[in-house]
């Protein structure tokens, strides 16, 4: 099993001192990645309801801070040598692709292919209007971008023609160190987010792996991959399975789930590296 942490640059951990010590540390102990979040911004008075709290609230409410997800991670890159980078997610719809596979090819190389794209449609109906994209079109969107993204990552140039990008044959470099490109992991906790995973994802990331809903959600992953005829083993599985130990641990290795992620287990320095070791001893160690 891998380990991740989720949430890694929200609110205290927007904090250049705070950070550095999640990153170094999770590299220290044995954590395989770090998942950064992105809200570009958050409306003033917002309506719509976060999909991932019982309640509907969203945590840290309208004034929770976020770096740039792409801005966080190569500062991670630069501190760290193994550690895995990755965002969960990225809201795709809201970014044009030509810059989307600059910026993570960029990453890519600069972090010797340690990147690894996490994509959502998004929640967050007043930010999607805000940056002027139809709320109803941000699923279509996604999966012609994530084809767009391939199209640009390939070794030869090649004009891409869709329903909502278009471009002629560009050259787009530098060219990803992963090949054919950096892995593009969709996320969401949704039938639809699962089909979407089987058609356009290298790996799926429902955010929330509850072990009652996981396996409907495998279901119709594997479901649509049938319907397309590609092999489900080819998606990797990640997902966020609250408090963990080796028991817990193993009952998700046998649906499948190759990647867990845990939140940030403190918020300080000290109690953030005592949390991390003791999650290296107690799980990680032992799994």
């Not at 890159?77 to 719809?93: D, E, F, N, S």
């Amino acid at each position: 099993m891998k380990y991740g942490i989720s949430f890694a640059t929200a609110g205290p951990y927007a904090q250049p001192d705070l950070f550095e010590t999640l990153v170094l540390t999770a590299e220290e102990v044995g954590i395989e990645s770090i998942w950064a979040v992105e809200h570009v911004v958050l409306p003033v008075g917002f309506k719509s309801k976060y999909p991932y709290s019982k309640d509907g609230d969203f945590p840290g409410g309208e004034s929770a801070s976020f770096p740039d997800p792409l801005v966080a991670l190569s500062y991670a890159a630069g501190m760290t040598k193994k550690l895995r980078l990755a965002t969960g997610i990225m809201i795709l719809p809201q970014r044009n692709p030509l810059y989307v596979a600059k910026e993570w090819a960029s990453l890519d190389v600069l972090s010797r292919g340690r990147a690894m794209m996490g994509v959502g449609i998004g929640w967050l109906q007043e930010e999607m209007e805000a940056v002027g994209i139809p709320f109803k079109e941000r699923a279509a969107r996604t999966e012609e971008a994530a084809m767009a993204l391939r199209s640009l990552w390939k070794e030869e140039p090649e004009a891409f023609n869709g329903k909502y990008y278009n471009w002629p044959a560009v050259q787009s470099n530098p060219s990803p160190v992963q090949k054919p490109g950096v892995p593009i992991i969709v996320g969401g906790n949704v039938e639809g987010a699962a089909r979407r995973a089987a058609r356009v994802g290298d790996g799926f990331y429902p955010a929330s792996g509850s072990l009652k809903t996981l396996p409907i959600l495998l279901d119709a992953m594997r479901d649509e991959c049938a319907k397309i005829g590609r092999n489900p083993d080819e998606i990797e599985l990640s997902v966020a399975g609250g408090k963990l130990d080796p028991g817990r641990v193993a009952r998700y290795e046998e649906i499948g789930v190759s990647r867990m992620l845990i939140s940030p287990p403190a918020y300080n320095a000290d109690g953030l590296k005592r949390a991390l070791n003791e999650f290296a001893d107690n799980v990680i160690a032992k799994t």
